[in-house]
């Protein structure tokens, strides 16, 4: 239904790499977000931005930044990831009229 | 702190019986109240959606019953079949800082026996 996408799906790493987490839509949507789920729980809303060269911080203090250079792209990055980063991240996007919102997939992060 | 409190955390159901998830918030600002269904290894879906100035909205075998003065609000699910079986969140939505963010329950794990 979505046409918001993650990649990858599934990351397995070791403590201390660099990795991005990459999201893209091609609804065109100015609003962008990043929520993270431990599995079966509550999403925490961690990076928002309102469109090309925004970025805001959510609810959740989160280790990672992201970036928005192009309307459709909104990646995440963790500099050193830790085993306290395993987690599944989402990325979504939404529209003002009518107000909705649309998930990706997830990307399941598991940093040994 | 928790903006929106939903209950009960798990469910099980009988398949053809009645599903029903509460949700309570306390911000009145809040201005959209949708409901996420989400399967394993899968992102939410929008289920169903309302506004606060309506106090009922029904598609299919799902029904949100929207009770403005209480702050609380729950999502129905007729003829339960175990196609159902899933993760739903409430969530409720308000403008802020120049976005509409939105705000999620606890989630509950609903299991419909066949």
């Known amino acids: 239904e979505a046409d918001i996408y993650q990649t990858p799906r599934y990351l397995v790493i070791g403590t201390g790499k660099k990795i991005t987490l990459e999201c893209s839509q091609t609804m065109g949507h100015d609003k962008m977000y990043w929520y993270q789920q431990d599995p079966g729980m509550e999403l925490h809303l961690i990076h928002y931005s309102y469109g090309v060269n925004s970025t805001e911080k959510g609810d959740l203090s989160s280790e990672s930044t992201v970036s928005r250079i192009r309307t459709e792209h909104f990646p995440l990055t963790l500099e050193s990831a830790r085993p306290s980063h395993t987690s599944q991240y989402l990325c979504?996007?939404?529209?003002?009229?009518?107000?909705?919102?649309?998930f990706g997939p997830g990307t399941r992060l598991t940093v040994l | 702190q928790q903006q929106v409190k939903q209950s009960p955390q798990s469910l099980i159901v009988q398949k053809g019986g009645i599903s029903i998830i509460n949700c309570a918030y306390e911000?009145?600002?809040?201005?959209?109240f949708p409901w996420y269904q989400q399967f394993p290894g899968k992102g939410p879906a929008l289920l169903i959606a309302?506004?606060?100035?309506?106090s009922e909205k029904k598609e299919g075998r799902f029904t949100i019953s929207f009770n403005k003065s209480a702050k609380q609000f729950s999502l129905h699910i007729m003829d339960s079949q175990p196609g159902d079986s899933a993760t739903y969140f409430c969530?409720?939505?308000?403008?802020?800082?120049?976005?509409?963010?939105?705000?999620f329950g606890t989630g509950t794990r609903l299991t419909v026996i066949p």
């Open positions: 979504a996007s939404s529209r003002l009229t009518p107000l909705r919102w649309y």
């Open positions: 969530a409720a939505s308000i403008w802020q800082t120049g976005a509409n963010n939105l705000f």
């Open positions: 309302i506004r606060p100035d309506v």
């Open positions: 911000n009145t600002a809040f201005d959209y």
